[in-house]
């Protein structure tokens, strides 16, 4: 028996010994693949996937009774693992930090999408506030002057006769 279960813990059966009701599972299970499955899909052995999951380059959920769940997450990143690996050639330790750095990546963008949001929303309030502080300063309304028509009408009358 495995250390640090209690008697019947395990397949199908929760902590306290008892079998899991289906409730139960259906809570806690995410769909996910088993590592047999995972090592079959790329080719790979299954203890390569448990020295990922101890190097700390990937992290399987675990069901009920303990075994490896892989969600599409993990998939995902056990490509990218793979492709710099195989296709770069890049050893695990250089993984682990590209894949510190792309996490880093993708924080520092989601801060950046968030400052661009406050600033547009910023500015959007101050051009707001701009107009109607000129709305509400304006004297008139802007437009052609009424006598305006007229004395251009009259000044050009004028350079007619002259010419």
Avoid: C, W
């Avoid at 495995?2 to 409730?23: E, F, I, M």
């Avoid at 682990?96 to 929303?121: H, T, Y």
């Amino acid at each position: 028996m495995p250390r640090g279960r209690k008697p019947g813990a395990g397949r199908g059966r929760a902590a306290s010994g008892k079998p899991a009701t289906a409730g139960r599972r259906r809570r806690r299970m995410r769909v996910g693949y088993m590592i047999s499955a995972v090592a079959e899909k790329y080719s790979l052995h299954p203890q390569t996937l448990r020295l990922y999951e101890r190097e700390g380059l990937l992290k399987p959920s675990r069901s009920e009774g303990n075994t490896r769940m892989y969600t599409e997450q993990d998939l995902q990143r056990l490509e990218i693992i793979l492709s710099l690996t195989r296709d770069l050639g890049v050893n695990l330790a250089g993984v682990e930090v590209i894949l510190n750095m792309r996490g880093k990546l993708a924080e520092l963008q989601d801060e950046v999408r968030g400052f661009v949001a406050f600033i547009n929303q910023e500015l959007e309030r101050m051009r707001d506030r701009s107009m109607q502080e000129r709305f509400r300063t304006a004297l008139v309304r802007v437009g052609p002057r009424v006598g305006q028509d007229s004395a251009a009408s009259e000044t050009d009358k004028a350079k007619a006769k002259t010419s």
